[in-house]
């Protein structure tokens, strides 16, 4: 079963080609240390690491992907996708990106 699901914001603006559309999804999770979260000293708040996900939408989900924005908070429903490429220089490369089946934004 390949099903991915994240709830997150819009990094940056979408980027739209033809009938697909790229977004960008930070989403957070809670720092350990020693097995257990702590406050972070500088912000007084639980310590967090923020994790960027490329998500990939097709057709009729591209068209209403592409008029969110940066800062839009969103729900993801998916799958995974691999896949590799030679740069120029002969070097293969390796990437996973989401691929929507279903968006909801708040």
């Not at 977004?23 to 310590?47: C, F, H, M, N, S």
């Not at 729900?75 to 995974?80: D, H, K, N, Q, Y």
């Amino acid at each position: 079963m390949n099903n991915v699901n994240i709830a997150g914001r819009v990094a940056k603006d979408p980027e739209t080609r033809g009938t697909v559309t790229t977004l960008i999804v930070a989403t957070d999770r809670l720092k350990l240390k020693d097995g257990k979260t702590y406050v972070d000293e500088a912000t007084g708040y639980t310590a967090k690491d923020t994790e960027f996900h490329k998500v990939t939408c097709f057709n009729g989900l591209a068209r209403s992907g592409a008029s969110r924005k940066k800062g839009d908070a969103v729900a993801i429903t998916g799958s995974l996708h691999y896949s590799s490429w030679d740069d120029r220089d002969g070097v293969t490369r390796y990437g996973c990106e989401i691929w929507a089946d279903k968006i909801d934004f708040f």
